[in-house]
């Protein structure tokens, strides 16, 4: 049996007990270690699980899965992922390959960003489409995803944006070289991702069009939901900008049109009760 095993979002105890049942069960355990990161070390993890872990990057599991499920028909195999089995389409790719190789498996669930961002107190089902702001270099600035954000909000719906990631991977040079010399893991930061929403609103009037989103439109900042030192700040687009919120991971939402109950809620975490209140009712129903 292959077990699709979800970790949750804090640490080493927001396992199911299902979950924890499964995994000492197995005979190798896997934690997918590229689209997530818990709050704790892999080590901590393995003291608590009473098991050897390992590590599976994504070189692991999009180009090598037949090593995951080598004997995963004889024995029980696990692959533990941050949130929910199910947040990352590779995992996907991974329960196809299983089924072509006549495995079976099964997917115990956990809590994912997907469903905890309802913390700060935006209604799950007002959500739009959710995107993800990547990281930019100096030669690759895509704007795609603020064209989803505008539509949403068009919609009157909030967008959750799930905020870049690079976990082992390789400068231009190392990579030409053939070199396995890996950059250190770097997370965007509320603040980044704000900054380039900022910039791509500016690059839109530039050229002759007044954004849906604005430098006064109502966000939210989250970082590391769901842990012991979980943060949420509100407010504008620009006082996300600079607001602080610790290490990683950072999400950040960009608001629709608010039900009363929303704002009220977002009032308590507001960086600035007074500018955002001015702007929030705007968007109010």
């Known amino acids: 049996m292959l077990y699709l095993v979800g970790l949750g979002l804090g ?14 069960r197995c005979r190798r355990v896997y934690l997918e270690a590229y689209t997530s990161v818990l709050t704790v070390g892999k080590e901590a993890l393995e003291e608590f699980y009473g098991k050897e872990l390992i590590l599976a990057d994504r070189e692991t599991v999009e180009q090598e899965a037949d090593i995951i499920l080598k004997e995963a028909d004889v024995c029980d195999v696990a692959f533990l992922v941050v949130g929910d089995p199910f947040g ?4 996907s790719d991974l329960v196809l390959r299983a089924v072509k190789l006549g495995i079976p498996y099964k997917v115990i669930h956990n ?15 007002n959500f739009g489409e959710t995107i993800s702001i990547v990281f930019w270099t100096d030669t690759w600035k895509p704007e795609s995803f603020f064209d989803k954000i505008e539509k949403n909000r068009q919609n009157g719906m909030h967008t959750l944006c799930l905020l870049d990631i690079k976990a082992k991977e390789q400068s231009l040079e190392n990579l030409m070289k053939g070199r396995k010399i890996y950059e250190p893991p770097r997370y965007m930061s509320v603040n980044q991702a704000a900054e380039q929403l900022l910039a791509i609103i500016q690059n839109r009037r530039l050229q002759g069009t007044e954004p849906e989103i604005t430098e006064n439109t109502i966000c939210v900042g989250l970082a590391r939901v769901g842990a012991p030192d979980q943060k949420i700040a509100s407010g504008t687009l620009s006082q996300m900008s600079t607001v602080e919120l610790g290490g990683p991971l950072h999400s950040l939402i960009v608001t629709g049109t608010m039900h009363p109950l929303e704002l009220e809620m977002l009032q308590l975490f507001s960086v600035d009760s007074s500018s955002f209140e001015n702007n929030a009712f705007q968007r109010t129903t």
């Open 111 to 125: 809590a994912s960003i997907m469903n905890a961002v309802g913390c700060c107190g935006l209604q799950l089902y």
């Open 88 to 91: 990352a389409t590779t995992h």
């Open 11 to 24: 640490d080493a105890k927001d396992i199911t007990v299902k979950g924890l049942e499964a995994v000492k």
